[in-house]
């Protein structure tokens, strides 16, 4: 599976990126972390002609408590630093928790709170805790800004109660606020919304429909709105406008028509006409991705290339500076093959646009090397244990273990699982992986 082609914009500020977004209408995605929407874009389930670029934006990094006790997320905090915050914990225990079981260190690395909120998958765990904590979300559109509680704004299955040209903020929740579920008759368990214990922050002016002021009913969306596009939200194409009678995520009906219209939308992708996406020409339904000049400094040599904005980093280590040992495997994330370290941080190279680390240090299994070219320490262990069987997932077990092994604490071997457990081996040789690791940790003097 490879990305097709699209244009790509780097945003500076939430202004900028909201201009863009109004700019280029239905045909633009935002991309955050990019773990959610380089899967469905390599899996052919979304062709956006713009991406758009947030990561880089200097705000919503921030985790704060303020005097009256609410804990408050900027919307690209990460996953793993959610789930390793000190203050984030203190405050609210339950949201680093949930941070710590989403998917694995990889995604965690580059994934985002706001990211995962917008895309609203029903699997998701913030989402779901967010409602449970009556979380409040601060969006903006650029012209202005607006406050809607996570009932309100999560409507359905990958249904969010954000216009076309909004991106959410930060995230506002109470500190401590218990848990639980309101009844029916007003008797509530744990959290007791209604009794000011882990409400929303803010009393929700309700304009029409349900998404707090100035939202919009599903389906009363502009012609050529997207609508419900956040930070790095991207719902599958033909889910976004639903007939009245079958609006209803919780009905049987509503949910058939969720998956017809899904697998459709996936089967028969919207034909693309010429011009269509400013700068990114088409000839018949083959797109023209503008370049861009990307420089990386991998395993110690300066690299800069003028390739396509699509090209994921394993494509662009692969193709233009023909490091081969990240292996691609699944195009999704998943299993561990193309892991490389991003300035020291795992991630996985199927689903990091070369784009979003321009000026990055990438290290590949090639950089463990000694400088005469002999094994280095770690590369020697997985030798020594037999841990490299077919050696298909070698490169990337390597890299997942380098960085667990910069950690200033030794790891016990549970520890040594769990961090290892997103790089799977298709030979089944966890044991020996395990004790390489283990070795190598001991030939480290830890």
């Known amino acids: 599976m490879f990305t097709r082609p699209f244009r790509y914009e780097r945003a500076g500020q939430y202004t900028h990126a909201c201009e863009l977004l109004r700019t280029h209408g239905d045909d633009a995605k935002v991309i955050a972390g990019g773990q959610s929407l ?13 991406v758009v670029d947030i990561s880089r934006l200097p705000e919503g990094r921030n985790i704060t408590v303020d005097a009256d006790g609410y804990l408050t997320l900027g919307a690209l905090v990460t996953h793993a630093r959610l789930a390793a915050d000190a203050c984030a914990r203190a405050a609210q225990p339950l949201l680093p928790e949930a941070a710590s079981l989403i998917g694995n260190s990889r995604v965690r690395n580059r994934g985002t709170l706001g990211g995962s909120l917008a895309h609203a998958d029903p699997a998701a765990e913030l989402p779901l805790v967010m409602v449970a904590l009556g979380a409040t979300y601060e969006v903006t559109s650029g012209h202005a800004s607006r406050s809607v509680g996570a009932e309100d704004f999560h409507l359905g299955f990958f249904t969010t109660s954000l216009d076309a040209d909004e991106l959410i903020v930060s995230v506002r929740a109470s500190a401590r606020a218990g848990l639980g579920l ?80 899904t697998v459709q939308a996936a089967a028969h992708p919207r034909p693309r006409h010429q011009g269509a996406g400013r700068g990114g020409g088409t000839i018949g339904t083959s797109r023209v991705s503008e370049s861009v000049t990307i420089t990386l400094v991998v395993n110690g040599h300066r690299f800069t290339r003028a390739a396509g904005a699509h090209l994921t980093l394993l494509r662009w280590l692969r193709d233009e500076a023909a490091v081969t040992d990240p292996k691609y495997g699944c195009g999704e994330g998943v299993c561990g093959a193309c892991t490389v370290l991003v300035d020291g941080e795992p991630v996985s190279s199927c689903i990091v646009l070369a784009a979003q680390v321009d000026g990055a240090e990438i290290t590949t299994a090639a950089g463990l090397l000694e400088r005469d070219g002999s094994l280095g320490p770690l590369q020697r262990a997985f030798h020594q244990c037999h841990a490299a069987q077919c050696g298909f997932c070698t490169p990337g077990m390597l890299m997942a273990a380098a960085a667990l092994l910069r950690a200033e604490e030794p790891r016990s071997r549970d520890e040594i699982r769990a961090e290892l457990h997103g790089n799977l081996c298709r030979c089944t040789g966890y044991g020996p992986i395990v004790d390489a690791v283990e070795a190598a940790q001991r030939e480290r003097g830890r």
Do not use: F, K, W
């Open 38 to 50: 380089l899967p469905m874009i390599n899996l052919g389930l979304v062709q956006p002609e713009v």
């Open 182 to 261: 309101e009844l029916p008759g007003g008797v509530t368990t744990g959290r007791g919304l209604r009794d000011g214990v882990g409400g929303s922050p803010h009393p929700q002016r309700r304009g029409p429909g349900r998404g707090g002021t100035g939202g919009r009913r599903r389906g009363e969306r502009p012609a050529g709105a997207a609508g419900g596009r956040g930070v790095g939200s991207h719902r599958v194409r033909g889910c976004r406008h639903r007939e009245p009678d079958r609006s209803d995520p919780s009905h049987p009906a509503g949910q058939r028509y969720e998956r017809d219209r």
